[in-house]
């Protein structure tokens, strides 16, 4: 998608969401460098393509606004869920290795992104020492992300699949000032599936499960966890309350 003059200037010293991103710990001098670095902002409307899996890599993408979700194409046609990013994260560092994306990202809702030229921000993290080590965290917590999938991949039962992914997800709901008891899913039962390598069918009968016993209550894609600490105790091997 071109950059346009209607894409609006963004001012990370002013953004809300600075401490969860690149501008954490900058001074007011560092910010102004960054601000001048980030130039603009990228309207992505709903199940449209922020970037597709081929892409040449030109920069990384700071959430503003909305969620989005990556996900590659396996052999036999099917998409395979790889994560779901919110206000806050970074989009686009599948591309550093190859120069190219190695997978799709597409808004979930009309959501809106900080474009970050990759070159710009080399050059500028030479300068500002805090802005390099931010940058190392934000690589490092997609990595821990990949490790976290492959040991729900790996080691755990559907139940505790589920599981782990709504208390993450309220984590994360939670860290940005939001309930961590309620919050609304923009995914599909599908697309979790996918994200948690199990099948639709499985994904149902574990919100249902989840219901009966008393964990949540689910309406339609707006969930409430009702027992934080009986969902945790599943991910420990616990026996229910």
């Given at each position: 998608m071109?950059i346009?003059i209607?894409?609006?200037?963004?001012?990370?010293?002013q953004?809300?969401l600075r401490e969860?991103c690149?501008?954490y710990g900058?001074?007011?001098?560092?910010?102004?460098l960054?601000?001048?670095?980030?130039?603009?902002?990228?309207?992505?409307?709903?199940?449209?393509?922020?970037?597709?899996?081929?892409?040449?890599f030109?920069?990384?993408?700071?959430?503003?606004?909305g969620f989005?979700?990556?996900?590659?194409?396996?052999?036999?046609?099917?998409?395979?869920?790889?994560g779901?990013?919110?206000a806050?994260?970074?989009?686009g560092?599948?591309g550093?290795?190859?120069e190219?994306h190695?997978?799709?990202?597409?808004a979930?809702?009309?959501?809106?992104?900080?474009?970050i030229?990759f070159?710009?921000?080399?050059?500028l993290?030479?300068e500002?020492?805090?802005?390099q080590h931010n940058?190392?965290k934000?690589m490092s917590?997609?990595?821990?992300?990949?490790?976290?999938?492959?040991?729900l991949?790996?080691?755990?039962r559907?139940?505790?699949r589920?599981a782990?992914?709504?208390?993450n997800?309220?984590?994360?709901?939670?860290?940005r000032?939001y309930?961590?008891q309620e919050f609304?899913l923009?995914?599909?039962r599908?697309?979790?599936?996918?994200y948690?390598?199990?099948?639709l069918?499985?994904?149902?009968r574990?919100?249902?499960?989840f219901?009966?016993d008393?964990?949540?209550?689910?309406q339609?894609?707006h969930?409430?966890?009702?027992d934080?600490?009986g969902?945790?105790?599943?991910?420990?091997?616990?026996?229910?309350?």
């Amino acid at each position: 998608m071109p950059i346009t003059i209607g894409h609006l200037r963004t001012a990370c010293s002013q953004c809300n969401l600075r401490e969860l991103c690149l501008p954490y710990g900058l001074s007011n001098p560092e910010l102004e460098l960054l601000d001048e670095m980030v130039g603009t902002r990228r309207k992505i409307k709903r199940h449209t393509n922020l970037y597709r899996s081929g892409d040449p890599f030109e920069g990384i993408y700071a959430i503003r606004a909305g969620f989005f979700k990556t996900d590659v194409l396996l052999e036999d046609g099917r998409d395979q869920v790889t994560g779901f990013q919110m206000a806050g994260e970074i989009l686009g560092l599948d591309g550093i290795s190859t120069e190219h994306h190695s997978c799709n990202a597409v808004a979930l809702e009309d959501s809106e992104v900080c474009v970050i030229g990759f070159a710009k921000l080399e050059e500028l993290s030479r300068e500002v020492t805090a802005l390099q080590h931010n940058f190392h965290k934000v690589m490092s917590r997609e990595i821990v992300r990949d490790h976290g999938l492959m040991m729900l991949l790996g080691t755990m039962r559907a139940e505790e699949r589920l599981a782990a992914f709504l208390l993450n997800m309220s984590q994360r709901f939670m860290a940005r000032g939001y309930s961590q008891q309620e919050f609304h899913l923009r995914m599909t039962r599908e697309e979790i599936g996918s994200y948690l390598g199990l099948k639709l069918e499985t994904v149902s009968r574990a919100f249902s499960k989840f219901q009966d016993d008393g964990y949540i209550s689910v309406q339609q894609k707006h969930i409430r966890i009702i027992d934080i600490p009986g969902l945790r105790k599943l991910l420990n091997h616990q026996a229910p309350r």
